[in-house]
């Protein structure tokens, strides 16, 4: 810039200096890009017929310079370094990019209009997820004023998928908002906070390297598909067992008759077994036509169809769920295909309609009714249903692969190297029902799977684990007088010892009675049991992340949501 010039003092030191703002001078833009500048990513520095370019450029400006004054000498000392120069300019260069991104100004070189396709289309069903997100949260009084905020900024995404300054802002209050409502042992927060951080991760890495837009979907979309696919491996494996197979307690039922009516009226046995092997199927069948070209298309379209129907059933409110796993469906759809679905009329349509008056109403009413109707699942899921139904028939269309076409980055490896270590830790997360520890969080949706009290239904894993003693040591509640335990009890349903600690400990007035080992414990609290909290629990912060679900007593395999 003009004043950091001055402040160098160049033009005392070596005379006069031409200052060129490429972003006007198309001449010389095109003319340093063609040497192999890349201008958003460093300045280029002219000096005696040689250029030089990024911290090349900050050090020799920094040799050149008048040292008359403490600035200039500082940035002498520093910058005439060529080490320190490497070191210190991406951090220079990120303070810049953020400059510019809080300006709204564009760089230097578009971002190919295809990728930012699979962006806009991403970024649009992760608007929905917010607007689930709050239903979510408002049927369980949970609803936190940045909940409200991400709901806000989600709509507005809606309407303009194509700005990532409101992305940007979606994921930062969506990972407040997960934070704020921790500890949480759903599947739905943990496969949305590896979501989130493998956003934020890809986004680091694309603004330390001052790249394009472009650049962090291609850094991001891998690891986001690498999630899903996890996702429907143990939706599939963690079902392999006595229980979801078992048509009087299957969850596959349970979910069914939640349905709205009509549907559960198709109760006959030979649909029971049609429900849970095609559960079974569908899934595996989803799973394999995403890691392929041919028909990535179909099982996309497939992938959004039966997490539409799963949000229907009123057995647990799976729409912020369902919506999560729509928006991570959709980064598997090429780039050529993510064009043709934008450049359709009906995409087209839908963008114009909400820049009327008559379209924002429209707009808004569909929120309002979704959010009144927020503690009726199935009402609150019919209301959104025209979307998915809308988005199955733009991806039937045009979705399709075409030749040369696949899909933005690598499939499910990507190519920032760090990066895979979040899919590795979700794979891991997953697996860890069968190592004896956590059993919430590990995708272990609606699948009766059972592991604790030294029993096993899974038909593979058929004994118990024995790695970890937390499955185990089992406590019943019996009795007690605190809302955070009335819910075990009521059910009489019983959790890991561990689990008990947890919320004796979190809930300090809480007394309880329980049953452990076969010996009654009664009026237990945190004050009577803090040898045991003492030797057994972790840190809050990893109790935030380490969570098991309570089950049903011995030889019951009743389903519980997942």
Known sequence: SPNYTALLALREAVGKVDLVDIRQDLAAREMLAQDGFDLDQGMVFEHEGKRYWGAAAVNRMAQLAARHDWFNRVNARIFSSPSLSALIYPLLRAGRNVA???????????????????????????????????????????ALPITWVVAAVGSYL???PRSPRAFACLVACMLANGIAQMPSGSNHAMLSNCTLAAILLAAAYTWLKGRTWSDFIQTFAPIGRALLATMYVFGVFHKINSGFLNP??????????????????????????AAIYGTLIIESLILVGLLTHRWRYVAVMMGIAFHSMLSLSAHGTYLAFSTLTIALHLLFLSPGAATRITRSASWKALQASTRTPLGLLAVATWIGGMLVSAHEPA???????????????????????????TTVGPSIYSKVVALNILSVAFFVSCSMPYMGLKT????????????????SNHLIFTSAPTMFGYLNDVATPKATDSPALAYYVEREMSMPYYSLLDILERNPDASVSFTRKGVLYEHQNAKSLAADIELELHPRWMRSLFHFRAFAKAGDEACEPG
Request: proline share 4%; glycine share 6%.
């Open 379 to 405: 009402r609150v899921s019919l209301l959104w249903l025209p979307w998915s139904l809308w988005l199955i028939c733009l991806v039937g269309k045009h979705g399709r692969e075409r030749t040369g076409e």
């Open 158 to 160: 809606i309407l303009r």
């Open 248 to 273: 009087t307690v299957s969850c596959a039922m349970d979910l069914w008759r939640a349905m709205p009516q009509p549907l559960p009226l198709i109760s006959a046995n030979w649909f029971a077994y």
């Open 100 to 142: 510019l991104f809080l300006m709204g100004r564009e760089r230097v070189a578009a971002n190919p209009s295809e990728t930012m396709n699979v962006f806009a289309i991403f970024s649009h069903a992760l608007g929905i997820n917010a607007l689930a997100e709050l239903a979510y949260y408002l049927r369980y009084s949970k």
């Open 440 to 455: 919430a969080q590990s995708m272990n949706m609606f699948a009766n799977l059972t592991h604790e009290d030294g029993r």
